[in-house]
């Protein structure tokens, strides 16, 4: 048989091939060692082919020996966590020459005996086919099938000599057994370890040794979803997912996050019948298409198979995945005989029903038997409940990836049922669910109800391991632990790290303890459980990303606000507006300049913050192509039938010099000037402001920024009251320059195409992009959200200076308003910011309707305040008066109007950019 290059390590013998701690192994000494040991192998047994058990962990003496027995010719199954049971069972079912354990010194190897086991000449490596399900079943592996995958591996992951792939996941599974292989294939290097995500340990490893490649499986990524560890990795290349299926919502969030720091992240498919990889999905499509698996890998093919057998081709048209490539496995082993026969598989049926897309991606809608896979731990249904059977008499077994359900009506102790299985399957105590029931549900046709079982199990009596718990409250933190974590000894200084918490409990613990604490502590990991009891009940300070209810009640009061504000400049003394009354008021003139204050740059700032948050969370050119209709058609077919609207309620108001009304209409609509903007100017500015970030971001996820941004805003996050400072003289500098600008250009240079100012990009770009700016940054977002009493002061101290200083008639009074505006706006939106955060933090329907009715009602409302208005003037009623049922009048009116839009598709469409909510 030919030595496979992957265990030839022939590579450049100074070359480091194993790192483990701080010791590192070259390939010349790792070739040294195989063969030294592989010898000492062969003299122990000189003419058989022999069957060895190798006990295995992440270490260099593991892979030693790993190697030194395919160098020898032998078969190997790795196994590291077998019960002292189960594997007694499988020697006495294999009966093997060697059984190698951890302990034992390479000196020290034995052969057990020397019959002849008639092992096929090929089979190579025996894995188990779901990890420790506990049942006899070995995947035949060949050199061929090894060494294929990890040459299609290397291949789509592009691996050279200089990687570093980090191995934590156990290498007698597949998936980390692939890792190596496609590494010492190519010459790169080996970084071993079993630590776990949570350890800080291991990311200081990864620094250290600069580590190029990272591989985990789906709950890999969930504890790195609600952890620091995966920013700051410069050496990182690329980083692999597989072992079970990643949420959609994660792998976008990871291929937008792997963009913006510069790596590549591979979504991957397999099973450790095909050695074990079929299919990666390209990271250039990892954001379009989430829910996909990919395509096949190198030297590879997949395919569909209908029921009559034939190839299915049309696109999203489910049938059973089947893959064929050089990795199919020899077959399976349930017996010693087994190993003698090359079953001579062509192609593999994977067990898993999918579709194909238009693009030539597959994605999995579900399987063809009754297969989960938690925590990649494939579980075979029926064979756990045919073992549990045996023990109980009448029991029922379903589940899902994320648990396993089983339902008794054996008299049976719940904890320790729950607890043999927890160690029979190596499964963590939150995934499993034990029923007590009176009897197992059945179908019509006699069979066990599988769905009723999942059902009951989704508000369960008992949580895990029996310990009752309110169905999304739980008793205590000591409860938290016990039921997530499966320990019992348990006391008032324990903690998640001192338990020994995997990766698999620590995003569930961690949303347990959020959900009775009502907020995550930082640390929590290090935190005793008495600690963490102090703290229910606290009023703990909320981090600005924690809840964002406060924001949507903003931004519906700043719509909202327009009517009255419009309403009330009607009677303004400045006499500044489109229309206005003989009789003034100053309480309309102090309400009018004290919402101009601010309004704008909070309605601005605000719809920064939305903007980013939505950015980070999709692909860009999506996001602007809908934000372009969505206020690109309301503004344009706005306009153009509002605007006709508005011109005919200025043309009839009393006390209007000038041609007649119909004269004076057809005048206006009939010349290209502001009025047919009006108050949409915002919306022009706004998608103007929206292209600018859209361009902005698309070059920050490409890595074209570099990471001078960040580091800026690292620094501005460590002084902020500085830099805060800062700001409102770069805001006073930049007003006075608009104003300048103003002075320079003519008003006809100072509006595009006669009708729109575009200096409001300059004037209001500031709030939006600073409003963006701390929404990607939650801490200096909360520091926002908190301001001093000094704030307060200033800022209502700007606000009068802004309302009351009369700056019409004076050179000196022109300069005050220009420098003091965009302060005074900064400051007005961070105290409306902080009281609604503090007031108005939690969801309310009614805010959530008037925010869809809020674009109609902004869009429509100067048409009836208009209307009304002019009435009020006709009538000659008083100013405040007037200005309540203009106010009324106007809200009432626009609410119906958007009741009658929103049952129509295509007025929606107009004069939303899109469908509102069926009414």
């Known amino acids: 048989m030919a030595t496979a290059s992957f265990f030839s390590l022939t590579h450049p013998s100074r070359s480091i091939a194993l790192i483990e701690g701080d010791v590192k192994t070259s390939y010349g000494d790792l070739s040294t060692r195989c063969h030294q040991l592989a010898r000492h192998l062969k003299t122990c047994l000189p003419d058989q082919r022999a069957l060895v058990f190798l006990s ?57 005996h020397a019959q002849d086991l008639g092992l096929h000449p090929d089979v190579s490596v025996l894995l188990s086919t779901s990890g420790s399900t506990g049942t006899a079943k070995l995947v035949k592996l060949s050199v061929k099938n090894l060494q294929a995958n990890a040459r299609s591996i290397a291949q789509y992951l592009e691996l050279t000599a200089k990687d570093r792939g980090l191995l934590n996941l156990k290498f007698s599974y597949s998936f980390g057994l692939s890792i190596l292989h496609s590494h010492l294939l190519c010459g790169g290097s080996v970084v071993l370890s079993e630590a776990s995500v949570t350890d800080a340990d291991l990311w200081q ?25 995966l920013g700051n990795l410069k050496t990182l290349r690329y980083v692999t997912q597989a072992g079970g299926k990643l949420s959609p919502k994660l792998v976008t969030r990871y291929a937008e996050l792997s963009q913006q720091q510069g790596w590549k992240f591979y979504v991957m498919y397999g099973q450790t019948e095909a050695a074990p990889r079929m299919a990666y999905l390209p990271p250039d499509m990892a954001t379009r298409h989430p829910d996909c698996i990919g395509r096949a890998v190198p030297g590879g093919r997949l395919w569909l198979k209908g029921e009559d057998g034939t190839e299915i081709t049309t696109p999203d048209t489910p049938g059973e995945l089947v893959y064929e490539g050089d990795n199919v496995m020899m077959g399976y082993a349930e017996a010693l005989p087994d190993l003698g026969r090359d079953d001579q598989l062509d192609h593999l049926l994977t067990g898993d029903i999918a579709c194909r897309n238009a693009d030539g991606l597959f994605y999995i809608i579900g399987r063809a038997k009754r297969f989960i896979k938690p925590f990649g731990v494939r579980l075979n249904l029926d064979d756990v409940e045919h073992r549990l059977r045996e023990r109980l008499g009448e029991v029922a077994c379903t589940g899902t990836d994320d648990k396993i359900v089983i339902a008794t009506t054996a008299d049976t102790d719940i904890d320790a049922l729950s607890a043999w299985v927890c160690e029979t399957y190596k499964l963590p105590a939150f995934m499993v669910s034990v029923l007590k029931v009176e009897a197992i549900p059945r179908l019509s046709n006699g069979k066990t109800d599988y769905q009723a079982l999942l059902r009951q199990a ?141 309004r704008m740059f909070a309605f601005f700032f605000i719809s920064g913050c939305f903007s980013l948050l939505i950015l980070k969370r999709t692909e860009v050119r999506k996001w602007f192509d809908r934000q372009f209709v969505r206020l690109g058609v309301p503004v344009i077919l706005g306009s153009l039938l509002l605007a006709p609207l508005e011109m005919a309620a200025m043309s009839v108001t009393p006390g209007r010099e000038g041609p007649p009304a119909f004269e004076y209409w057809l005048s206006m609509v009939t010349t290209l000037s502001p009025q047919w903007i009006t108050h949409r100017w915002f919306l022009i500015t706004l ?35 500085l830099v805060w400072c800062l700001m409102l003289v770069f805001l006073s500098g930049w007003g006075l320059g608009l104003a300048a600008l103003g002075r320079i250009l003519s008003a006809e240079h100072d509006l595009l195409f006669g009708v729109y100012e575009y200096r409001s990009i300059l004037a209001f770009g500031p709030a939006f992009f600073l409003g963006a ?52 706006g900064l400051l007005g939106t961070q105290i409306f910011l902080s009281l609604m955060h503090k007031w108005a933090n939690k969801p309310h329907p009614m805010v959530a309707r008037l925010l869809d009715a809020s674009f109609v009602i902004y869009l429509w409302h100067m048409v009836f305040v208009l209307v009304f208005s002019g ?43 899109g469908p509102l909510r069926a009414v």
Request: contains cysteine; charged residues 15%.
């Open 458 to 598: 989704e508000q369960p009596k008992t949580v895990a391991n029996g310990h009752s718990a309110p169905k999304s409250r739980w008793a205590s933190i000591e409860a938290i632990y016990t039921a997530l974590s499966g320990a019992k000894a348990l006391d008032g200084s324990s903690t998640f790290a001192s338990l020994s918490g995997d990766s698999l409990s620590y995003v569930q613990i961690s949303l347990a303890i959020e959900d009775y604490l009502g907020f995550l502590p930082e640390d929590w990991e290090v935190q005793t459980i008495d600690a963490l009891e102090a703290m229910r009940g606290q009023v703990v300070p909320e981090t600005a990303g924690n809840r964002l209810h406060y924001l949507n009640t903003c931004r519906v009061l700043m719509l909202l606000m327009g009517i009255p504000y419009h309403a009330a400049m009607v009677f303004s003394e400045h006499k500044d507006w489109l229309i206005t009354s003989a009789h003034t008021s100053h309480f309309a003139t102090i309400f009018a300049a004290t919402t101009h204050s601010f």
């Open 773 to 824: 700016i701390l929404a990607g940054q939650p801490k200096l977002f909360n520091w926002f959200l908190k301001p001093s009493a000094f704030a307060y002061i200033l800022g209502a101290a700007l606000i009068c200076v802004f309302v009351y200083f009369d700056h019409s008639h004076t050179f000196i009074g022109k300069i005050a308003q220009n420098i003091n505006w965009l302060p005074c």
């Open 687 to 721: 998608l103007a402001l929206i292209g600018i970030l859209a361009l902005v971001w698309g070059l920050h996820k490409r890595g074209l920024t570099g990471h001078l941004p960040q580091r800026l805003l690292d620094k501005v996050s460590a002084r902020p009251n």
């Open 205 to 229: 490893a990864v620094k250290t040794h600069k580590v190029t490649g990272l591989s985990g499986v789906p709950y890999s990524f969930e504890v790195l979803e609600r952890s620091r560890y």
């Open 871 to 913: 009435i009020c003037i006709e009538l000659d009623i008083d100013p405040l008066l007037s200005i309540a049922l203009t106010t009324t009048g106007t809200l009432i009116c626009s609410w119906g109007v958007y009741l009658g839009i929103a049952r129509s598709k295509i007025l929606s469409f107009i004069f939303n950019g």
């Open 56 to 112: 295995v962990h992440n270490d260099a003496q593991s892979v030693v020996r790993y190697l030194a027995c395919l160098r020898a010719g032998y078969a190997v199954h790795l196994f590291s966590d077998y019960e002292p049971a189960r594997l007694d069972d499988l020697i006495a079912l294999y009966n093997p020459h060697f059984v190698i354990r951890p302990e034992a010194a390479d000196g020290d190897i034995m052969a057990r």
